[in-house]
């Protein structure tokens, strides 16, 4: 068993930045792969990043690509969203989410676990 909790979200003009953390608990949050999505007011949730189990590995969304980090450190059972230049669109609620497997995903229906969310609001 995996509990997630975000932090870090808030509210931050267009071009800003701001860094997501995702603490988990369980002991086998080392070898879970990780995940960050989110969900815009009347869409549907969507995937954001996503990184393995060990850190070598990462895959990112389009419209994110270049701008978002994910990380992760092991030590803290922790895992990162690094967001930068930050526009309007990426207003939502970020969720991360845990997999009982090391590799990395971009479909939801491959997590096991997930977080309650963090309200990330862009101002133009």
């Known amino acids: 068993q995996v509990q997630l909790v975000e932090s870090g979200g808030g509210l931050v003009q267009a071009g800003g930045s701001l860094r997501l953390s995702c603490a988990g608990s369980?002991?086998?949050?080392?070898?879970?792969?990780m995940g960050w999505f989110r969900q815009a007011p009347g869409k549907e949730r969507e995937f954001v990043a996503t990184?393995?189990?060990?850190?070598?590995?990462?895959y990112y969304a389009d419209p994110v690509k270049g701008r978002f980090t994910i990380s992760r450190d092991n030590s803290k059972n922790t895992v990162y969203l690094q967001m930068n230049s930050l526009k309007p669109e990426d207003t939502a609620v970020y969720s991360c989410?845990?997999?009982?497997?090391?590799?990395?995903?971009?479909?939801?229906?491959?997590?096991?676990?997930w977080g309650q969310g963090t309200q990330v609001t862009v101002s133009s």
């Open positions: 989410a845990a997999r009982r497997d090391l590799g990395i995903a971009t479909a939801e229906d491959r997590y096991d676990y």
């Open positions: 369980g002991r086998t949050f080392s070898s879970s792969a």
């Open positions: 990184i393995n189990w060990r850190g070598g590995s990462t």
